[in-house]
């Protein structure tokens, strides 16, 4: 049951780096498409993305960083920022023996990285205001389901 919740975490973690890239992305664009909407699209050809193309890191990898419609190369910001939190997160989870401590930290790290990067790289206004607070209330949601993972780990052992 131990392995399982660990492995959990490890894949939670995975999908909200994606989550991540993604809610960091919309905010430099000044999108207003929230980030819970499941629906996503080239931003060359506008074509929707299947849930196949929508998949983090592998999905990069696999269509050899191009849009599997229009081959339009697709920034590989998005592989990074996805690889780095899915690394980070990961591996603050496993050095630290899975404690209830990563969660935090790793909640930090991640609202850091966005306002570095809205910081360096966004539009100042109150659109971007407006979707910094959303993606903050949205994160408390994402990140508190992992907090419950974390909470029955610390159960188990």
């Not at 931003?43 to 998949?55: A, D, H, N, P, V």
């Not at 920022?81 to 997160?89: A, D, I, K, N, R």
């Not at 930090?108 to 790289?121: D, G, P, Q, T």
């Amino acid at each position: 049951m131990l392995l399982l919740i660990r492995v959990t975490i490890c894949a939670s973690f995975y999908v909200i780096g994606a989550y991540a890239t993604t809610d960091i992305l919309r905010l430099l664009k000044n999108n207003p498409v929230s980030v819970g909407n499941s629906q996503c699209f080239c931003e060359s050809c506008g074509c929707k993305l299947t849930l196949r193309q929508q998949i983090p890191i592998f999905s990069y990898l696999f269509s050899r960083g191009t849009c599997t419609n229009c081959g339009h190369p697709i920034s590989p910001g998005n592989f990074i920022l996805e690889l780095l939190f899915t690394t980070v997160f990961t591996a603050a989870a496993i050095i630290t023996d899975f404690r209830s401590i990563v969660w935090p930290i790793c909640i930090v790290f991640y609202e850091s990285v966005k306002l570095l990067c809205v910081l360096i790289a966004g539009k100042r206004g109150k659109a971007l205001a407006k979707g910094l607070v959303c993606s903050l209330l949205g994160n408390c949601v994402n990140f508190s389901l992992v907090g419950a993972l974390f909470y029955f780990h610390s159960l188990l052992c």
